[in-house]
């Protein structure tokens, strides 16, 4: 909660001005039935026209300056809501930035997007409502009471007692519904996942037609977000009904006790209409502020949720070494490697061990699940060893500088993933920096400068969300062509041609090998044809490395191997 509360730091000067004009804003309320007093008792009752002009306008006077201060306090409360909402929405996605893939996976992305958007939503609207009531609501409760009891004690005590019928009720409400809006916030995360889910994988969807299960699906978890909304609504929906019957019944007992006094002679007309228009005022303030514990308990649970994430461990941090200035660029070594994703229940990889040296080009091959991905991520210290080490130029992953660690690795992922905009600004993802020539020698590595020239704008392209105005195909090389703006040592190729014919992933291998960066590169893929002129080969199984070595030595050496390039070659063989 500090992290939340720290973002009031810049909105100082609002967040007690607000209050500030609200309760001023008050103090002329509970001055009106003074003054409504005093027409009745005096100018009515003794037919002085003078008087009741004088104190109407007094009443017109009293209007306008309590609705300017009302618009100022309304100004400065949303301006320190909006103010705070906007840094605790910034510093929460900084932070998810930070986290680590394992968080991030155990997080999930639903829950993320709902604590992004309806959670900072929820707490901007409690932040809001608590500037102006949370201090003008208990200073009209309590001082209309205390007006009452300079105008009559026995009457006042009717005050008394509803106020803590009132504040009761409000606590028991409150108590049966903040639990419950934790749970409906929780459902909305499940909701929230299911669109998300169905909205990614429309085709996969579509093309099983399984789009009226999807329905059902939905479906069942709107019913019950729904369910347990109505419910917390229900509970809500008694507060307005009960503190308007307990008030109503003080109202009765105010009327049946000020005619009594008023015969008596104890009490005035004027005295009973200000005492009425105190307890009316009494009851529009609880009501406000039985409604804004709703809100500010909904406010509290989103508070809590985010504040959950802003102090989450970010898991793995890396460490301050950078590699020395004479060490090789581009090595890398794995040394008895093994790792497990959280919650998984078995490793993904055993036992690896190799090494590559700047500037070889390594394949890795294996069935699907066999971990060719998951070493990759550990590669790019997207995710550490859960056991041995790896060291990047002489220096273990876990203990290197985060950014020197990004410098060194691009990563071209099994999903292409371009951003909306322009080629052009996709491709400078790489380096910000890079001038034309680079982009398009990086184009034309990537075997993507045809296409990208032959478009109109070029380089201006305009890119759909998702890059879904270019083929599969293309959103690779493009892909691969960010990567390859980036001057980086090491480039990780995670099964990025997989969309692409067999010639150009040919001239795409024949590029990277002449490219004059001479990086060390690994070639993630399932074809064989993509990896056989490797410098090093490593087979995948289950995890386990069965083989290493080149093509032909494992073509002699690695049954898992030979298997695999006697058949895809033999599939070639009879297409040709």
């Not at 895809?568 to 040709?576: C, L, Y």
């Amino acid at each position: 909660m500090k992290r939340i509360l720290s973002c009031f730091n810049r909105y100082r000067v609002q967040t007690v001005l607000a209050p500030l004009f609200k309760f001023m804003e008050a103090a002329i309320d509970l001055i009106v039935p003074l003054v409504i007093a005093a027409i009745i008792d005096t100018g009515i009752e003794k037919s002085d026209a003078g008087f009741i002009l004088s104190r109407g306008a007094l009443l017109v006077l009293l209007a306008a300056v309590g609705l300017t201060l009302a618009l100022i306090a309304q100004y400065f409360s949303a301006r320190a809501a909006i103010g705070v909402c906007t840094e605790v929405r910034a510093k929460l996605f900084d932070k998810i930035q930070l986290l680590s893939y394992s968080r991030l996976d155990g997080v999930g992305a639903s829950t993320l997007i709902t604590r992004l958007t309806s959670d900072v939503a929820a707490l901007q609207t409690g932040i809001n409502l608590a500037l102006r009531l949370l201090l003008r609501s208990p200073f009209v409760v309590f001082g209309a009471m205390a007006v009452a009891f300079t105008i009559d004690a026995g009457c006042a005590l009717i005050f008394a007692a509803v106020i803590a019928v009132l504040l009761v009720i409000v606590f028991f409400i409150l108590l049966a519904s903040i639990p419950r809006h934790t749970v409906v916030q929780r459902e909305l995360d499940g909701v929230t996942g299911a669109a998300r889910e169905n909205l990614s994988g429309a085709r996969v969807v579509r093309a099983f037609r399984m789009e009226e299960e999807e329905k059902r699906e939905f479906e069942r978890r709107g019913a019950r977000l729904e369910a347990l909304s109505l419910a917390v609504g229900r509970i809500s929906a008694l507060l307005n009904p009960a503190t308007l019957i307990a008030v109503n019944f003080a109202v009765i007992a105010l009327i049946w006790s000020g005619a009594v006094r008023v015969n008596i002679g104890s009490l005035s007309q004027g005295q009973v209409v200000a005492l009425y228009n105190l307890l009316s005022q009494i009851l529009v303030e609880l009501v406000k502020m039985a409604n804004f514990m709703i809100t500010a308990a909904r406010a509290a649970a989103s508070a809590g949720r985010i504040a959950s994430v802003l102090d989450m461990d970010e898991g793995e941090k890396g460490g301050k070494r950078i590699p020395e200035a004479d060490a090789p660029r581009g090595e890398v070594e794995f040394r008895q490697v093994s790792f497990e994703y959280e919650r998984a229940g078995a490793p993904s990889l055993f036992d690896i061990s190799f090494k590559a040296e700047a500037g070889q080009t390594v394949g890795i091959i294996g069935g699907t699940g066999s971990g060719k991905s998951t070493l990759s991520y550990l590669i790019s210290g997207f995710f550490f060893p859960t056991g041995g080490e790896i060291l990047l130029d002489g220096v273990p992953i876990n203990e290197m500088e985060p950014s020197a660690l990004r410098s060194r690795v691009s990563v071209v992922p099994q999903k292409a993933v371009l951003t909306e905009g322009t080629v052009r600004s996709n491709l400078l993802m790489g380096d910000a920096q890079a001038d034309e020539g680079r982009l398009v020698s990086a184009l034309k590595t990537a075997q993507a400068y045809d296409f990208v020239a032959e478009r109109e704008a070029g380089l201006d392209e305009r890119v759909a969300r998702g890059g879904s105005n270019f083929s599969g195909g293309q959103r690779q090389r493009l892909c691969v062509a960010r990567a390859l703006v980036k001057k980086s040592e090491i480039l990780i190729l995670d099964d990025s041609a997989s969309a692409l014919d067999y010639a150009t992933d040919a001239r795409l291998r024949a590029a990277l090998k002449a490219d004059p960066e001479k990086r060390t590169t690994f070639i993630i893929s399932q074809r064989a044809a993509s990896i056989m002129h490797a410098d090093l080969i490593i087979v995948l199984d289950e995890g386990r490395a069965v083989g290493m070595g080149r093509h032909e030595q494992l073509l002699k050496s690695c049954p898992i191997y030979r298997e695999i390039y006697e058949m895809q070659t033999g599939r070639e063989a009879k297409r040709a």
